[in-house]
């Protein structure tokens, strides 16, 4: 049983960076696909960035492509959103979420990712 865990949100003013964690305690991530997505108050989670289990693969929403790279450290089993230039839009709680799956992931949907974390909140204003 994945112990997913988000860290790094926090209060930043427009155009600033955030860079957010998410880590299974400590644990290999090795054979998931971990995606980040996000939720404001009153929308639906939405799909910001994956990375495949092997860090080969990645994809962005439209709306963060340029600003967010989304990386894995295989040491640290850590997977890093790197947020760029933020905007008041990109305020959500931003959560990661876990596949069991191998050279691919989408963040079309939710579905398949079957472990998540708790969140952490990213507060974009000035």
């Known amino acids: 049983q994945l112990q997913l865990v988000e860290s790094g949100g926090g209060l930043v003013q427009p155009g600033g960076s955030l860079r957010l964690s998410c880590s299974n305690s400590?644990?290999?991530?090795?054979?998931?696909?971990i995606g980040w997505f996000r939720q404001a108050p009153g929308k639906e989670r939405e799909g910001v960035s994956c990375v495949s289990s092997g860090g080969s693969f990645t994809a962005y929403a439209d709306s963060v492509k340029g600003r967010f790279t989304i990386s894995r450290d295989a040491v640290t089993h850590t997977i890093y959103l790197q947020m760029n230039d933020l905007k008041p839009e990109d305020t959500a709680v931003y959560y990661c979420?876990?596949?069991?799956?191998?050279?691919?992931?989408?963040?079309?949907?939710?579905?398949?990712?079957?472990?998540w974390g708790r969140g952490t909140e990213v507060v974009v204003s000035s």
């Open positions: 400590g644990f290999t991530l090795s054979q998931y696909a």
């Open positions: 979420g876990a596949e069991f799956l191998y050279g691919f992931c989408s963040i079309s949907s939710t579905s398949g990712y079957d472990s």
